[in-house]
């Protein structure tokens, strides 16, 4: 992997990871489309999702400061545990547990047959029509004050199904959101912060694996894809969320669907190899 190829591999990853079209599954089927193709590996995809993961902690970061205070001081006293701020920092703990664990115990499919081209382009259209019927019949009178536990670790199993390159990461918990009646941009919003403890744990762990277990990249090219995607991932994050505001998911349930088709036709003409 050359630097033009990480450069551009940064630029997707910051342009599609906060939509519901998933940025694994455009980093796995633009590596295979560039000159030296290659697929740029889950450690890849893990570490330039530190980036822009960093984006959302600064575009958050008021929101972040004051849920990480209230929590600590729900644990002395000095804040009531009932606090909105405080209860959102536990399910944000609790919602970010069964990616955890189903992330250890599934490791090795998820850096192998997980990343078939063929599963990628099933993922994209099934997750795809979901969604269209979650944005469709979702009640959608839900802010993030009606979040409670049960509800947590339901977008906590949600987000865990983006560990399957096609899925998406914010399109899972997104739709789980729409269909347990949150309104699209409070779905959102609590799935960008969700993903803050899961994506840093998973880039760092990949990042520590780097260094003995070298890929088709370097770090110096890792880097730079990752400065790209965090500078794109604050542009798109902040857009994202204005759009889904006054718009439903349906641009993203067609896009997924033909990209998905398109990939079946070019694994089923040869062009590129699962």
């Known amino acids: 992997m050359n630097w033009f190829e990480a ?49 959302v902690m600064v575009f958050f ?25 405080a209860r959102m920092g536990w399910y944000i703990i609790l919602g970010s547990l069964p990616i955890v664990v189903l992330g250890l ?3 090795e499919q998820i850096e192998g047959v ?6 990628v382009a099933t993922t994209l259209i099934a997750f795809g029509l979901v969604l269209a019927v979650a944005d469709v ?5 839900r802010d993030l004050a009606g979040l409670d536990a049960k509800r947590g670790i339901i977008f906590g199993f949600a987000q865990a199904l983006a560990l399957i390159p096609g899925v998406s990461r914010s399109g899972g918990t997104i739709t789980a959101g729409l269909f347990m009646g949150f309104t699209r941009e409070a779905a959102a919003r609590y799935s960008f912060l969700l993903a803050i403890p899961a994506v840093f744990g998973s880039g760092l762990y990949q990042l520590a694996k780097s ?10 090219e890792t880097a730079l894809a990752t400065v790209i995607a965090f500078v794109v991932g604050y542009v ?6 204005k759009y889904v505001s006054n718009n439903g998911y349906r641009l ?7 990209l998905g088709l398109a990939l079946y036709l070019l694994l089923g003409f040869g062009v590129i190899q699962p």
């Open 61 to 85: 970061w008021r929101d972040i400061v004051r849920i990480v205070q209230r929590w600590f001081g729900s644990l002395s006293g000095k804040v009531d545990r009932k606090d909105p701020d």
């Open 211 to 220: 260094f003995n277990e070298p890929g088709p990249y370097s770090l110096a």
């Open 7 to 55: 450069a551009f591999l940064g630029l997707i990853q910051g342009l599609t990871e906060f939509l519901p079209i998933s940025s694994s599954a455009h980093l796995r089927i633009v590596g295979e489309m560039l000159p030296n193709a290659a697929d740029p590996g889950a450690a890849f995809t893990a570490i330039t999702q530190l980036g822009t993961e960093t984006a």
């Open 137 to 141: 019949y979702g009640r959608q009178q």
């Open 114 to 119: 997980f990343r078939s081209l063929w599963l």
């Open 105 to 107: 115990l599934f490791q």
């Open 236 to 241: 798109i994050v902040g857009w994202f969320l």
């Open 252 to 258: 993203f349930v067609w896009y997924r669907v033909l």
